[in-house]
Every structure is written in C-alpha cells, then in structure tokens.
C-alpha cells in the first residue's frame, strides 16, 4: 500500500481512515477504536475516556522543534481545546490530549459541514488499496517505530511512553506473524477452567508453549508446582541438617588425628560437637584454619534459601498454542537459573566434603558419641592435668588454653611393649595416674554439703567473711551450679519468645478472617502480569515472602531442638535418684535422625524432647505451605486481579502455626537442664570428667568396639546387686579433692555423691 504523505482526516469508532498530509506528527489512537466488531461493547465504551495522543515525530536529523503553523488544517475535524493551543516551542515533545468523544458527537449530528473539495482532491492523491491484503497490521507497526524513535531520543514524557500499559485495553490486533508486539498475561480468572480470550486476558505470543494445562485451585497440578517443589528441596534441607550434625560430631576427632599440626591446635577446645547455629552462618571452621570445610559450610547455609525460591519457581500465564488460548504452567527463568545455580554449587559443596575427609583419617575406631565414649579416650590420657578446676570455669575456650593435642594410639617410655588409645600430648609425663586402684589418691575429709546461702564451705567460714572469688569458683555455690543456660534459653528470652509467637499468631488469625480478606483476596500493590520470562512481581512477592518468613521460624527452632537433646543426659544425671548407664553415659540424641529422636525419646519418656524435635520437624511444613497458598487471581464480578489464598492449604498453615506458638509454653528450662558452662567442645565435656572415679572403672578400658563398650556398661554389677547409677553432682576425685562433675552416684565402701538439684523432673 502506497500511502504518500498521510494525516488522519477524520476518526471513526468502528474504523479508522487514513488521509495524506505533511505533518510531522503521529496520532496513537485508543485501542477502544480497534476490534473485531463494529459496535464496542457497552462495558468498554461507558467511562473510558478515549483520547488521541499526538507526538513529535523526530527527524533524521536535529532540526528545530518550531512548528509550522500551516500544517494546521482549519477544516480538520480533529479540533483542539482553546487551552491546548500553545506554541508547540513551549511543549515540545508533550503530547496532546484530544477529544474524540465531542468531536464524534458533532460529526453524528451533522452541524459540522465537510469539506468534500479536501476530500476528493485527498482521495486522488491516495493510491489504491491492494485488494485482498489487511494493511492493518503495516499501520499499526508503522504507527509504533514512530513512537519507538521517540522513546529512544527521550523526547518523549515519562508518563507518555507508547507501552501496553498506556493503552486501556489490550491490543488484539493480530500481528499476522511479523512479530512486532506481543502480549503479557495477567492472572488466571478465578475459574476452575481456564477462561476463553477476552479483551480482560491478554495472550503471550511466545515461542514457549508452557509446562502444563492450569486446571484451578486446589487440583493435584496445583500441588505439583505450588507445593511439590519447596517439599522436596525442604528434605534436601534436612538432609543436609543430618549431614552437618555428623560432620561436627566427627571433625572434632578428625583435626586431632591429623598430621597437620595446625588443624591439631584448639580443635579440643574450639570445634562444637553439633551444629549451633542455623540462622546465621557458622564461620566457626575458618577459625579453625580449615576454609575448605569452612566455604563447603557456607555454601550449606545459603542452600537453605532454595525453598522459598522453589516457592516461586512457577506461574500461570495465557498462552497461544495451537491457535487456542490455554493458560498453561510456567517456569520463572530468573528464579530457575538461580536455582540451578545454587545447587550446583551445593553439589560442588558436597564432593569438596567428600574428598576432605575420603583423604584423611577420622581417628575414631568407632562413633564417638556419648559420655562412655569420650571416657574411652581420656581413661590414660596425659592432659587431664590442664583441666584443673575448670568445672566452674566460663572460658574454656580461651586461646591460651589452645595446644597441639593428639587421637590416636599411644606407648609409654617405661613400657614400651604396652601400647592404648586416648587423646595426648607427645613428650609430656603421665601425671596423677592410678588406673590399677579404684580408690581415691590421698586421704581427704569426708564430703560435707550446706547451704551455700549462708556459709562458705570451701573457705569453712561464714558467709560474711568469705571473698566474692571464692564464690565465683566454688562447687558449693549455687550461683555456679545453675549457672549457664543457652541465651536463647535464659528466663528474659523464653518469655519473649513465647509473649512474640502467641502474639503474631493471635494477628495472623484477626488480619486473616476480618473481612475474610484470605477469601475473597486482596489488592496485590503489584503488577500481577507475566511477562515473557515467566516472572510476575506480585506472585514472586507472595510466595518467596512467605515461605521466606516461614523458613525462618524453622530455622529458628533447631537450636531449641538441638540443645534439649544435648542437654537431656545432664537432665538425667541431676536426678536425686541418679540414671542408669542406657539414660545419661550411652545417651546420643544429637546423632540421631529427627524422626528416631522422637521415638525414642517418648519411649524413655523424655517428652519435652521428643515434641521439641517433632516439632522441628514438621515446623519446615511451614515455608511449604507459606509459600504456596498465596496466587494472583482475576475475579471477574469485580473485573480486577486479587491475591486470594487456597483454603485448604491456608487451614494446613494455621494448624501448623498454631502447634509451632504453643510449643513455646513448653520451653521454659528446668533446674536439671542448667549446668556450670557450655557443653558443645570436647573440652566443655572433660571438665566434668577429668578427676572422676569412672577413669578407674574397667569397663571403660580398651573395649575392642561399642559393642563391647555397652555391654561392659549394662553388665557392670556382674550379678552382685543392682545396676550402678550415676549422677552429677560434688564426688571425692581421684586426688582426693571435691569436685563438680559426672561420677556413680553409690560406690560400695565410699560415700554418696551429692545432688543439689533434689527434683525428680525430666
């Protein structure tokens, strides 16, 4: 089609017509004008205030921006508002509003008369149209490089640049495969079948056909991509809990054993025997001169941010297929690829783990995993000495503390034909030994208990007249022995967190069913459509957000999780009744599987940790569920697009929520789960044992394996009276002295140990 020098003559609702003329100026009409009938619908026509939009065409070259005022045709129907008729010097490149709606109306009524000498001589300049072509699709390419021209010059005012989102409705005028526009969904109606195209839903023209048909809310589809994907990558998650928890409980051992004297140096004092920290990363391993377990760590701890971004991995858009509109499933390509990403990086993170300890040696004959283990390999150990007083000592973990000790099989100078397991010092002297007698060294007076309250014991004195440091030292002190609890433990902190959770739960369920705004949905404050890369800001937002703010409540409970297990053993031994060797020396609920921990757990009846792991369990059901239930919807009743929820899911959550906030009621730490310092290093751990009587029991000397370890432990009356019970408490030590730690609660022909803590509570 020849279309010369062109100006638009006249407008017409149903169909446009096109006039030549030299003006520099294009005209983009409202797509109102466009469709396939004749007659606009009434809905689209009433309220819509239909203008046409005139720009400055840029030329090829910079010219002057002053117009020419005889290219203003004084017969044109298109007649401006006296207010719009500046000087175009003034407003150059700001478009001007015109009113069709008037202009039409005059024309209906005829009392504008046409000027058919223009038009015929118009219509003579005007080459004939190529019969049985559509030049619709030409114009309206044409009509958009010019737009385009200014866009890229910046003439053009931010508010008026020529994108969809300038238009009322969506274009459908078909591009007739030039390829020069295309379509951005918005949300599926709220239908359970997709809808047919409409003006309300536009079409992605796209190369990509989609994953799959959208079927609805609630369908088994739609838990294949809203809740399958942070399901799955919240079991890698706990895998992965599993895999740390086992590699802290090994490297302790591992770094002793190893030839390198600098991964030997502070490993007994410095590296935690089970994970600690789940929020933040533990950069703990780069302190200890090991950056390769240290980045593997890293890597670990940002891999848990793959459930919510699996989250919002997926999203529904309409799409072409076929010549039929099909809203169908869709993968969110940035998301996808930093996926992708991320877990390649965790399996790099895993083979780096695998070589590191596939090379060397863990110096364990056995996993080393309860108390009787750890008084396997101190029994004939030369470093107990350096342990002096350290009971009630608070830092342990002091560098100055810090030496090259050693795992691994040892002989003495004297006999050198002997040759035992332990953790030692080379060239250093076997002090304070007596492995042969099972009977005190040295002679001391018998153990006396009073209330630390009124009378120093260890200064024999009154209270008055004893010194704050022998009360910060003292095994008799009460202020010493109920000491240490985790921070997140202590009185202040466990009632914040209970005030906090049933606090936000009480919100969450108010903001959730006043107005049921769950429902019948509410406002996003996005944009909701999907743009051809998958990705639509209002369904990232409520999905990665979430499942964000859920994972980090399942976070937050692992270290509550952690510590009840590690702590139930001293639980046990502070009973006035003692334990047996089963519930407090061969106790190992830190490697134990979450599941398994809570089995037996209630079986032995430690309830307060088997719910606590139980619910750190299913507390990553939580980012799962928040990260689904949320999706943008178009309601048609309100003709508007709402983030509405999946009940079913949404009712899962509020359950789920619900046992979360109230497993806070039980957090509260009893008397039996306080203890003089931390027990997470080897070190916290001998402190307790380095002067008890259990050294010189033969049960702990040189089992061949854990099999023959428990045995030895469970059979340990050999048939004469019960079985020996132990507890925690102030026992005579092999020198002779009091001290606060781990012993048999009865030993025959020797006194009692002595419990403070009198409660039988678990």
């Known amino acids: 089609m020849n279309l010369g020098d062109a100006n638009l003559k006249?407008?017409?609702?149903?169909?446009?017509?096109?006039?030549?003329?030299?003006?520099?100026?294009?005209?983009?009409?409202?797509?109102?004008?466009?469709?396939?009938?004749?007659?606009?619908?009434?809905?689209?026509?009433?309220?819509?205030?239909v203008t046409v939009v005139r720009y400055e065409t840029p030329p090829s070259q910079a010219r002057s921006l002053a117009p020419s005022p005889d290219k203003l045709q004084p017969d044109a129907l298109l007649s401006l508002k006296a207010q719009d008729l500046q000087p175009l010097s003034e407003s150059a490149g700001v478009p001007l509003v015109v009113d069709l709606h008037k202009e039409q109306a005059d024309e209906n009524e005829g009392d504008r008369p046409v000027d058919h000498t223009v038009e015929e001589t118009m219509d003579d300049e005007l080459s004939p149209p190529t019969p049985g072509v559509d030049d619709t699709p030409y114009i309206r390419f044409a009509i958009d490089q010019l737009t385009r021209d200014e866009e890229l010059t910046g003439r053009r005012r931010g508010g008026s640049v020529d994108t969809e989102a300038s238009y009322l409705v969506e274009r459908i005028v078909p591009d007739e495969g030039l390829g020069f526009y295309k379509r951005e969904g918005r949300p599926p109606i709220r239908k359970e079948q997709p809808p047919e195209r409409s003006e309300e839903n536009p079409v992605i023209l796209t190369r990509h056909n989609g994953i799959s048909d959208y079927d609805g809310v609630g369908t088994r589809l739609y838990f294949v991509y809203q809740y399958l994907p942070q399901l799955l990558a919240g079991l890698i998650v706990i895998w992965r809990f599993v895999l740390e928890a086992a590699i802290h409980r090994v490297l302790p051992f591992s770094s002793l054993a190893s030839g390198r004297s600098s991964e030997r140096f502070g490993a007994l004092h410095n590296i935690s025997l089970f994970p600690s920290r789940f929020i933040l990363p533990d950069v703990a391993l780069f302190r200890q001169r090991q950056p390769l377990l240290g980045c593997c760590f890293l890597i670990f701890w940002v891999s848990t941010f793959t459930i919510p971004l699996q989250a919002s991995a997926f999203q529904t858009r309409l799409i072409i297929v076929n010549g039929s509109d099909t809203w169908r499933w869709t993968a969110v390509q940035p998301v996808s690829w930093t996926l992708v990403a991320l877990y390649v990086l965790l399996v790099f993170a895993l083979l780096a783990t695998l070589v590191q300890f596939h090379r060397r040696q863990t110096g364990l004959v056995w996993d080393a995993t309860s108390l009787a283990d750890l008084l396997v390999l101190i029994q004939q150990s030369n470093i107990l000495h350096e342990f002096h007083e350290t009971e009630t000592s608070i830092g342990l973990r002091s560098k100055d503390l810090w030496r090259n000790h050693r795992l691994g099989y040892w002989r003495l100078s004297n006999k050198p034909q002997e040759i035992f397991y332990a953790i030692g010092l080379e060239q250093e002297p076997v002090r304070g030994l007596n492995i042969e007698q099972d009977r005190p060294i040295g002679k001391a007076p018998k153990l006396r208990y009073q209330d630390p309250a009124g009378y120093d014991i260890e200064g024999q004195r009154p209270l008055e007249s004893a010194t704050i440091e022998s009360l910060q030292t003292s095994i008799h002190s009460s202020a010493i022995r109920y000491r240490w609890t985790p921070w997140f433990l202590q009185d202040t902190f466990v009632v914040a967190w209970t005030a906090t959770a049933l606090v936000l739960l009480g919100a969450f369920i108010v903001v959730s069913f006043v107005k049921q705004a769950v429902r019948i949905g509410f406002h996003p404050q996005l944009a909701a459509a999907t743009t051809s890369m998958g990705f639509s800001p209002a369904g990232f937002l409520y999905s990665f957000i979430p499942s964000l703010i859920g994972l980090m409540l399942f976070l937050l409970w692992?270290?509550?999780?952690?510590?009840?297990?590690?702590?139930?053993?001293?639980?046990?031994?502070?009973?006035?009744?003692?334990?047996?060797?089963?519930?407090?020396?061969?106790?190992?609920?830190?490697?134990?599987l979450p599941i398994v921990v809570s089995v037996r757990a209630a079986a032995a009846g430690h309830y307060?940790?088997?719910?606590?792991s139980f619910v750190s369990l299913i507390s990553i059901i939580i980012p799962i569920l928040g990260g689904g239930i949320f999706t943008a919807q178009f309601f048609t009743s309100e003709r508007e697009v709402r983030v509405a929820a999946d009940m079913s899911g949404f009712y899962a959550l509020l359950v789920f929520l619900i046992l979360y906030a109230i497993s806070f009621l039980l957090v509260w730490p009893t008397a039996t789960r306080r203890l003089p310092h931390d027990i997470k290093t080897l070190a916290d751990l001998i402190s307790f044992l380095y002067q008890s009587p259990l050294l010189n029991d033969p049960a702990f000397k040189e089992p061949k394996s854990k099999t023959d370890l428990v045995t030895s432990l469970l059979n340990a009356s050999h048939g004469e009276g019960p079985q020996p019970r132990y507890g925690f408490g102030m026992f005579r030590g092999r020198d002779g002295e009091e001290h606060l730690g781990i012993d048999q609660l009865q030993r025959p022909g020797s006194e009692e140990m002595i419990i403070t803590t009198g409660t039988n509570k678990r």
């Open 608 to 612: 307060k940790v088997a719910w606590f």
């Open 558 to 592: 692992q270290p509550f999780d952690m510590y009840f297990r590690a702590l139930q053993p001293f639980s046990n031994l502070a009973d006035s009744r003692g334990a047996s060797a089963e519930e407090s020396l061969l106790l190992n609920y830190t490697s134990c």
């Open 10 to 49: 006249s407008v017409n609702a149903g169909r446009p017509q096109l006039l030549h003329s030299f003006s520099k100026r294009s005209v983009a009409a409202s797509d109102d004008y466009y469709s396939f009938s004749e007659h606009a619908s009434e809905d689209s026509s009433i309220g819509s205030l």
